[in-house]
């Protein structure tokens, strides 16, 4: 079956410290990776995916993810926090053989940055 | 460039009355359209999503009925809200890279 995990419920980092939220997951064939941002009361925003080429994805806002196909991992990392990044981080999977190309989410990081 | 639109953005509804939450998309066409319900604060739960025009899959069966009358336009309703059904939804569609989500309805059920 296809899952995403994020096994932290919260993350808690000072400012100008690097941060880094974790993900893993599980589909049959190949994923495509997503990794998106929800400030309180708001939708979410997308902040970068990894479909195919380099494993390691750029995204908005000064984030990156690493995409390891050994450890079926996807984490998101940011070198520098800012207190600003404190919101709710989600990281979804599609298998690429999806014909509806519907996201498993991961259950959320709580990202707080401290000054 | 493709914009989507949810409305209201709060809403809060006594036990029994009925309920429609409205999306619609601007600049694309034919797009896949999901409705998501956010409970808590945390995960995110699929509850119907819909690939055209009255073509509606429902992932969890409840309370509530989605529809597609138009291209660019799901509809979430329900005929008697119950207190389970609070929460934030969420409309969204499926564009280049990836999902682009509305801005949300905060809906709560007394």
């Known amino acids: 079956a296809q899952s995403v995990a994020q096994p932290e419920d919260q993350v808690n980092v000072a400012e100008g410290n690097p941060l880094t939220v974790k993900c893993t997951y599980s589909?049959?064939?190949?994923?495509?990776l997503f990794w998106y941002v929800q400030y309180p009361n708001r939708g979410l925003q997308f902040l970068l995916k990894?479909?195919?080429?380099d494993n390691l994805v750029k995204g908005s806002y000064g984030f990156e993810a690493e995409f390891n196909k050994s450890q079926t991992s996807f984490h998101l990392k940011k070198p520098s926090a800012l207190v600003s990044d404190s919101a709710l981080y989600f990281c979804?999977?599609?298998?690429?053989?999806?014909?509806?190309?519907?996201?498993?989410w991961g259950a959320g990081t709580k990202l707080i940055i401290k000054p | 460039s493709q914009t989507i639109h949810q409305w209201p953005a709060t809403l809060v509804q006594p036990v029994g009355s009925p309920l429609s939450l409205e999306c619609t998309v601007e600049?694309?066409?034919?797009?896949?359209l999901y409705w998501y319900r956010q409970a808590a604060g945390r995960g995110l739960q699929l509850l119907f999503y819909?690939?055209?025009?009255?073509?509606i899959s429902s992932e969890v069966p409840q309370n509530l009925s989605a529809s597609r009358p138009q291209d660019r336009q799901f509809i979430l309703s329900s005929k008697k809200l119950l207190l389970s059904d609070s929460g934030f939804y969420l409309c969204?569609?499926?564009?280049?890279?990836?999902?682009?989500f509305g801005s949300g309805t905060r809906l709560t059920v007394v």
């Open positions: 600049g694309t066409s034919n797009p896949n």
């Open positions: 990894y479909i195919t080429g």
């Open positions: 969204a569609w499926l564009g280049g890279h990836g999902y682009t």
């Open positions: 819909s690939v055209g025009i009255g073509q």
């Open positions: 979804a999977v599609r298998d690429i053989s999806d014909s509806n190309y519907q996201l498993i």
């Open positions: 589909v049959s064939g190949n994923p495509y």
